[in-house]
C-alpha cells in the first residue's frame, strides 16, 4: 500500500485481470442496467480486496460506472460537486462544482441524494435542492444546467430532492412533483428544453421513476408522495413518448411525515409498489386497455430505503424504515404471501470491542447464477448470500467499515464494486468511496 500523489486518494493494489469469459456491464442507471437490481456479471469472488478509496464530501447518492468511469455526486463545503474517476485507479479525470444553498429541515446531510446518471455521452445529475444538470462524459464541460425547484416553483420537501431522474430514448425523465403540476416532465438530453410534462395534485417523494414495456408499449411509473397535508400520493403511469397520463392509482399513508421512497417494481404486465408508513404493499396487473386490477396488499411488507427485488417470482426486500426492526422478508409474487421474515445479528469486531449489528437498511443486488446475492447493510458490512422461498442463507459476510447511513446500493461494473461510506466511521475513517476487487475466475 502507498499514498498516492493525488490528494484524497489511497491506491491499495491493482484489481484482478478480468477473466476471458467474464460477462460485465455499466452501472450506469439507479438499479443497475436494467432499473431493478439485478446484476448479470459473472465471474465473481466472495472475499472482496481494496483497490482504492478517497475522501468524500456529503451526500448519500450511489456512485454512477460507465464506461470505466465512476461519477461520484457528493456535497464539498457548500458546493454540490460532481467527480469523474477512473474506475482502476481512482484518480480523479475532472471535477465540476457549483453554489448549492441548502438545510435540511430534519437535520440530515446536506449533500445531495440522487445517483448520478449516463447514456454514455452525457453525464446527469439532480440536486438536493433541485439543479438539473447535464456535463459532458468525457470532458465535465456543462452542457445546460436548469434550476427545476425555482423554475416550475416546487417548495422544499422533507429531505430536499432525492428521486433520481430516467433516461428513456432522447429525453431525461424527471419528477418535479408540483401538487398543482406537472408532476413528471421529460426533458431533451441534449438541450435541457422540455418535451412534455405530465400528472398533477401530488407531490414529489423519494422514489425514482421505472420505464418498462407492458403489452407491447412504453410505459413510465413514477411512485409520488412527499411533504403535502392532507397527504397525497400514488402510482402514476405515464405513456412515455407524451407524458399522457395512462392511469392513477393512490397509494399514501395518512400520517403527515411520511413519504413513497422505494421505486416500482414492474414484472412482465405487473407492477409491485410500497411504503413503510402503514400502507404496505401491494400487486397490479396492468390491461391493455390501461386499467389495471389490484392483485393482492401486504401492510407488512413495506420497503423504504430500499426497492424490493424480484427474482423467479418471489420478492425479496427490507420491511420498515428502522433501523431497528427491519427484517429481510420473502414474499410469493402470486399471492402476497409471505413466506418467512429473518433479521441476523452479525457481530462485528471494532476497536477489541464486539459490536452486534445488523443489516438494518440494507441494500440488495441479486444476480441469475444460482439464489446469490449481494447485501449492503447500513453500517458498513457487505454479505453474499443465498436467497430462495426456503430461506434465508449467509455464505460469507466482510466488514468494509463501521459508519451509519451506509444506505446508496453500491455500484457494480466489470468486477469492481464501488462503496460510499457516507458518515465518519467508528474507528475515526472519514466519509469514502472505496473500490472493491469482486473478479472471479
Known sequence: MHQAKEVGLT?????????????????RDFLGPSHNGLSTESPLRETPKLVWERTKGEGYASPCVVAGKVIVFHRVGEQETIECLAAETGKRL????????????????????????????????????????????????????RDIAAEYKVPQNYFGVGATPLLEGNVLIVIVGKDAGPSVVAFDKATGKQVWAGGKGWTAGY???????????????AFLGGDS????????????????????????????????????????????????????????????????TQLWTNKRFGTHFMTAIHKDGYLYGI?????QNAPLVCVELKT???????????????????????????????????DRCLMMGEYGQ???????????????????????ESWGTPALSRGLLTVCQNETGVEGTSRRVLCFDLRGG
Open 11 to 27: 491506491f491499495h493494489a491493482p484489481p484482478k485481470p478480468l477473466a476471458a469469459s467474464a460477462v460485465t456491464h455499466d452501472w
Open 94 to 145: 475532472w471535477k465540476s462544482a457549483y453554489a448549492a444553498p441548502y438545510s435540511d429541515r430534519y437535520g440530515f446531510s446536506a449533500g445531495p441524494r440522487c445517483q448520478p446518471i449516463s447514456d454514455g455521452k452525457f453525464v446527469y445529475t439532480y440536486g438536493v435542492a433541485g439543479m438539473l444538470t447535464c456535463l459532458s462524459l468525457s470532458s465535465g464541460q456543462v452542457v445546460w444546467k
Open 207 to 221: 422514489a425514482s421513476p421505472i420505464v418498462a414495456t407492458v403489452h407491447g408499449q412504453r410505459r413510465i411509473f
Open 229 to 292: 397535508q392532507p397527504t397525497q400520493g400514488g402510482l402514476l403511469c405515464l405513456e412515455a413518448t407524451t407524458g399522457k397520463v395512462m392511469f392513477t392509482f393512490p397509494w399514501r399513508a395518512r400520517r403527515y411525515e411520511s413519504v413513497n421512497a422505494s421505486a416500482p417494481v414492474v414484472i412482465g404486465n405487473q407492477v409491485f409498489i410500497s411504503e413503510c408508513y402503514g400502507m404496505g404493499g401491494t400487486l397490479l396487473d396492468l390491461k391493455p386497455d390501461g386499467t389495471f
Open 319 to 323: 420491511d420498515g424504515h428502522g433501523p
Open 336 to 370: 402476497g404471501k409471505e413466506l418467512w421474515r429473518e433479521e441476523p445479528e452479525w457481530e462485528v469486531q471494532s476497536q477489541g470491542k464486539t459490536l452486534r449489528l445488523a443489516p438494518a437498511l440494507a441494500s440488495l443486488i441479486a444476480f441469475k447464477e444460482k
Open 382 to 404: 457487505l454479505a453474499w448470500l443465498e436467497l430462495s422461498p426456503k430461506g434465508y442463507k449467509e455464505l460469507s459476510r466482510t466488514s468494509l467499515f463501521v459508519a451509519r
